[in-house]
């Protein structure tokens, strides 16, 4: 009697523990066992080059193993709760001196402790091996526990899914459809319907949504989004899935949570006659056939959407037909599958009719939505401020972790609130002038519009609009003529100024030369001194120039060499690539070259050496000409040998315009060079890879011509429709 009265028994939790020790113990070896092989195996590569870059890891990135917990826990817990599939054994659990929820939060909590201890030694043994190799590995400590936490999040909801699927569900095929239809069904069906309407509406922004209920905070199905790329631009990635926002962790805890007291409540009055049928009445029988084949319908009728929309489905009814005649199809095959009784298919002959209502009703309500949104206009007076996701004019806005430094001023521009009279009414404007034409002309008169026309006379912008009662995102088209206000305004705004200007703080550790010959030479300590003293060109630089040098690259200076770090934002992690101009920065690309000439200091000394040697050594070289104020801007030579150096006339050639005693200067001529051996040139690898500043005077030597392959590029001749183009392409982005 005493046990009656108990809601919570370390017995049967214990006893619920050893039941799941198989899986248990198999999913913790395969858990160690990629926490250790995947840092050693990464160490053992890196380890074969004198010149490495210490690579930097996420904890998702290190031990992806670790994700074998999604998979152990719904399994461990149709195991602890297979009873429920079996009328004898449902009988016989059902008989045990314990209150039903006693055992079901008892067994319950063995699955979840399995799933914490599971986590506990996959995070462990990724800390301590990276410490043995952090020679070669950084690991980012401070994505651990996010990451732990977002799979114990993940293991909650799939937990309480297939607990609330198995209660109301008596056999394993239904356990696991009706638990997958629960856990993924609802959002499936809301990013096909954001989605269809997306597609359908060009001047709608993305499909992500906003706010606490969005797709991207159930991280459950962001995962599954991402693992079968569902949808692009929506914001979503396995950053955010991995190290996501504390909406999503409360989001994804509180779903699991609802789903764990409704499987509780289920549970507790599930009757033992439910073992071993499909569903526990006919009522329900009916509901479930109707739902599995409104998973089909669903598309159809977003599809469906589309096609009309376009204007198109007078061509394409028959494909819907025979759609339509699958999710017929499909609905009585699960009656039969389930019931194996061929009369009950004439009982669930009238449910179809429900289905056609409901796809009546979704296409209905898609349509009003679609007036609803044409019909937001906000006024000028109206709109409280507007932010820009993207500030080139060519409406792209990256997905990705790693940035360059336009992707980047994207990134922090969303945040940033405009209220300058200027931009706000443009936005108000060519908004409503947008949806005027799609109003006016359809699909086809937007297009022809925005999309096809030859001259490149819009820029397009991701554009939130923020009123007093909403917030929209919109993709709007504006004149080309018109952009300049827009940069004005946005240049005038302190925050936006600030965010070119001072580029984020790197993660200790993280800052590393993307270039070959730096991240051969160069430590990261030295990146990290390279990266305070660009920042200080930054914040000194002239806006204009800093600008119009980000947006256009090295078609108005001459680039030098680049410097990748990671940085957080929002508790995702992001790459900066920072590319350093001789123009912009300077004293950057002094100290760059300073450091470089340092570091390359014994294998040019080697070099000199080598080229009076008969050791047969393979060389590629490749030289280029000074910057574009020189008169060799543009010219390029390559010749690659294998025999011994002293003997290689193009070697020969070359060095005797290299320049050896000094570090290279911002805008001369210079070559790389790249020199291996399969019987080693240094006491640490096979090979050499240098950056020498050579005589302008190598590429007017009659040898040259000879000895290497000659491009001049500045004699290449472009037509004037080609060059119209271009500049065309250039005023949109």
């Not at 870059?53 to 990135?61: F, I």
Request: aromatic share 12%.
């Amino acid at each position: 009697m005493k046990q009656k009265k108990m809601h919570f028994s370390l017995r049967l939790l214990w006893e619920g523990f050893q039941q799941c020790k198989m899986i248990g113990i198999f999913s913790a070896v395969i858990v160690v066992l990629g926490a250790v092989l995947e840092p050693v195996a990464q160490a053992i590569s890196l380890s074969s080059s004198p010149h490495y870059t210490k690579v930097v890891y996420e904890a998702w990135a290190i031990n992806v193993t670790l994700l074998v917990v999604l998979l152990a826990a719904p399994l461990m817990t149709l195991m602890l709760f297979h009873f429920l599939d079996n009328r004898a054994a449902s009988d016989l659990y059902h008989a045990l001196p314990h209150k039903r929820i006693t055992l079901y939060l008892s067994y319950a909590g063995a699955v979840l402790l399995w799933v914490v201890l599971l986590l506990v030694l996959g995070t462990l043994a990724s800390v301590i091996t990276c410490g043995f190799t952090h020679k070669y590995i950084t690991l980012l400590m401070d994505s651990l526990l996010p990451f732990a936490a977002s799979l114990f999040c993940m293991s909650f909801l799939l937990v309480a899914g297939m607990l609330v699927s198995m209660s109301i569900t008596g056999t394993v095929f239904t356990n696991l459809l009706f638990a997958g239809i629960l856990l993924f069904l609802p959002r499936l069906c809301v990013l096909a319907l954001q989605s269809s309407m997306v597609n359908a509406l060009p001047f709608l922004s993305d499909s992500a949504g906003t706010g606490f209920f969005r797709n991207a905070n159930n991280l459950l199905f962001s995962g599954v989004n991402v693992a079968f790329n569902m949808s692009e631009n929506d914001g979503t990635s396995i950053e955010t899935v991995f190290s996501p926002s504390w909406q999503a962790y409360l989001y994804t805890f509180l779903l699991g949570l609802l789903y764990f007291v409704i499987a509780a409540f289920l549970f507790r009055r599930r009757r033992s006659e439910a073992a071993g049928q499909s569903a526990p009445s006919r009522l329900l029988q009916h509901i479930y056939r109707i739902v599995v084949t409104m998973v089909i319908c669903i598309f159809i009728v977003c599809a469906m959407f589309s096609t009309m929309t376009a204007g198109m489905l007078r061509d394409e009814w028959f494909v819907f037909l025979v759609f339509y005649l699958v999710a017929a199809l499909v609905y009585f095959a699960y009656e039969l599958i389930t019931t194996k009784k061929w009369k009950n298919l004439l009982t669930a002959l009238p449910g179809l009719g429900i289905v056609a209502l409901l796809n009546v009703g979704i296409l209905l309500g898609m349509h009003a939505v679609e007036k609803h949104i044409v019909a937001q206009r906000p006024a000028m007076q109206e709109i409280e401020s507007v932010s820009f996701c993207s500030t080139d004019g060519t409406g792209y806005i990256s997905g990705s972790s790693y940035l360059n430094y336009r992707d980047y001023i994207n990134l922090m521009s969303r945040d940033i609130a405009i209220t300058d009279p200027t931009a706000v009414t443009l936005v108000s404007y060519y908004l409503d002038e947008n949806l005027k034409t799609w109003e006016e002309g359809g699909s086809d008169a937007y297009q022809s519009k925005y999309y096809t026309e030859s001259d490149y006379s819009y820029c397009a912008y991701h554009v939130i609009i923020r009123t007093k009662d909403q917030t929209l995102r919109r993709l709007i088209y504006v004149p080309v003529s018109e952009t300049e206000k827009l940069l004005d305004a946005l240049q005038t705004n302190a925050d936006y100024v600030d965010a070119w200007r001072n580029p984020p703080q790197e993660l200790e550790g993280t800052a590393a030369f993307r270039d070959q010959v730096g991240s051969c030479y160069l430590s990261t300590e030295q990146a990290e001194e390279l990266l305070q003293t660009y920042r200080e060109e930054l914040q000194s630089a002239d806006f204009e120039t800093l600008y119009q040098t980000m947006q256009n690259g090295s078609t108005d200076d001459t680039w030098v060499s680049d410097i990748d770090y990671t940085f957080r934002k929002n508790g995702r992690s992001y790459t900066l690539d920072c590319m350093i101009y001789q123009n912009l920065t300077p004293e950057t690309t002094k100290k760059f070259y300073e450091m470089l000439y340092a570091a390359q200091k014994d294998d040019l000394a080697m070099l000199s050496e080598l080229t009076k040697s008969d050791k047969n050594v393979s060389v590629n070289m490749n030289a280029y000409g000074g910057s574009s104020d020189s008169a060799y801007s543009g010219h390029y030579a390559y010749a690659s040998d294998c025999q011994p150096l002293n003997q290689s006339e193009s070697l020969q050639l070359l060095m005797q315009y290299a320049i050896l005693d000094r570090p290279m200067q911002a805008g001369e001529s210079y070559v790389e060079l790249y020199l291996w051996s399969e019987d080693g040139l240094t006491d640490q690898g096979n090979a050499i890879d240098l950056q020498i500043p050579i005589k302008d005077s190598f590429f007017d030597d009659p040898q040259t011509e000879e000895l290497f392959s000659v491009e001049n590029y500045n004699e290449y001749d472009f037509s004037d429709a080609e060059l119209g183009d271009y500049d065309a392409v250039e005023a949109v982005g």
